[in-house]
């Protein structure tokens, strides 16, 4: 009988994508908008958070785990679905983009670890598995998230 995979899902905005420094820069492009996130070029232009990319990388290596990227479109910009399908491509490649979950619930899926930033908000409080809360006093970056994951492959 063939053992099941450790599911784990990874949130985009401020957990693999830099959104606080991306939304400050593209606030000044629309400085008159109340949503200047509305306005095309937002989630393609992210930069990677520190560390990100390597360490997810490394999870998706390890034949453990079934590693996803798990993130809430904006209902303030239609084109984030199709940027945050750019940038998983552009930052991960084009074998990623097919572990890309775009849903406004996170709670809806299955698995046995989320990363995110929030703990509610977009149904992580209904996600049945265990929640890593990134940028939390346990897990501030990504080295100590991959450092907790590295104890589980031993």
């Known amino acids: 009988m063939k053992k099941s ?3 784990i899902y990874v949130d985009m905005d401020f957990t693999l994508c830099d959104y606080a420094e991306g ?7 629309y ?20 560390g990100a990319i390597d360490a997810y990388r490394w999870l998706h290596r390890q034949s453990i785990f079934e590693v996803y990227i798990l993130t809430s479109p904006s209902t303030k910009n239609p084109h984030c679905y199709s940027e945050k399908r ?6 991960l490649g084009m074998d990623i983009v097919e ?10 899926n299955k698995g046995h670890f989320l ?12 996600f049945e598995g265990e ?24």
């Open 99 to 108: 572990h890309l979950i775009i849903t406004p619930n996170k709670g809806l």
């Open 115 to 126: 990363i995110d930033d929030n703990i509610e908000g977009k149904g992580q409080e209904a």
């Open 86 to 91: 750019i940038w998983v491509e552009e930052y």
């Open 131 to 154: 929640l890593i809360q990134f940028g939390s006093i346990r897990y501030p970056d990504w080295i100590s998230v991959q450092r907790y994951f590295e104890n589980l492959t031993l």
């Open 5 to 7: 995979k450790t599911i």
């Open 23 to 29: 939304f400050t820069r593209h606030q000044l492009l």
């Open 31 to 50: 400085p008159d908008l109340e949503y200047p996130q509305s306005q095309p070029g937002l989630y393609r232009n992210l930069n990677p958070m520190p």
